[in-house]
C-alpha cells in the first residue's frame, strides 16, 4: 500500500523553527518528485518546496525561499525514504496544514511544473503548523 505518512507539525511563536517529516512507504520513490504543500484556512493548497529524489535538485515557492530547506534522507538497505522540511524563521503567514505528496510518474518536471498540483498523485494526511 503506497502511503505517505507526515508527523513534526505544532505550535511556534513567530521567528521560531519546526522540522517536518514524512516517512514514504509501498514504493520505491528512487526518481520522483517529492514536494511540500501547505492549505491555509479559506485559501487554496499552495506548493511550498520539491524535492527530485534522483539527484536532489530542489525547488522552492518564493514565499519560504531562504527560510525553509527540503531534502531527503533514503536508507537503499531497508528501501525506505523519509522527505524532511526544516522551517526557520516561521510568521503567522505559513500557518496552515502541511502536506506532504509525491508525484509518481517518475522523473524530473521542468521548473514551471515543479509545484503544480495537479502533477502530484499520492498525498499523506498532512501536519497541523499554526505559528502566533
Known amino acids: 500500500q503506497v502511503q505517505l505518512v507526515e508527523s513534526g507539525g505544532g505550535s511556534v511563536q513567530a521567528g521560531g523553527s519546526l522540522r517536518l517529516s514524512c516517512a514514504a512507504s509501498?514504493?520505491?520513490?528512487?526518481?520522483?518528485?517529492m514536494a511540500w504543500f501547505r492549505q491555509a484556512p479559506g485559501k487554496e493548497r499552495e506548493g511550498v518546496a520539491r524535492i527530485y529524489t534522483g539527484g536532489g535538485a530542489r525547488y522552492y515557492a518564493d514565499s519560504v525561499r531562504g527560510r525553509f530547506t527540503i531534502s531527503q534522507d533514503k536508507d537503499n538497505t531497508k528501501g525506505t525514504l523519509t522527505l524532511i522540511l526544516k522551517m526557520t524563521g516561521l510568521g503567522p503567514e505559513d500557518t496552515g496544514t502541511y502536506y506532504c505528496?509525491?508525484?509518481?510518474?517518475?522523473?524530473?518536471?521542468?521548473?514551471?511544473?515543479?509545484?503544480?498540483?495537479?502533477?502530484?498523485?499520492?498525498w499523506g494526511q498532512g501536519t497541523q503548523v499554526t505559528v502566533s
Open positions: 509501498g514504493y520505491t520513490y528512487n526518481r520522483n518528485c
Open positions: 505528496a509525491a508525484d509518481r510518474s517518475g522523473g524530473r518536471r521542468p521548473v514551471n511544473q515543479a509545484l503544480a498540483l495537479r502533477l502530484y498523485t499520492v
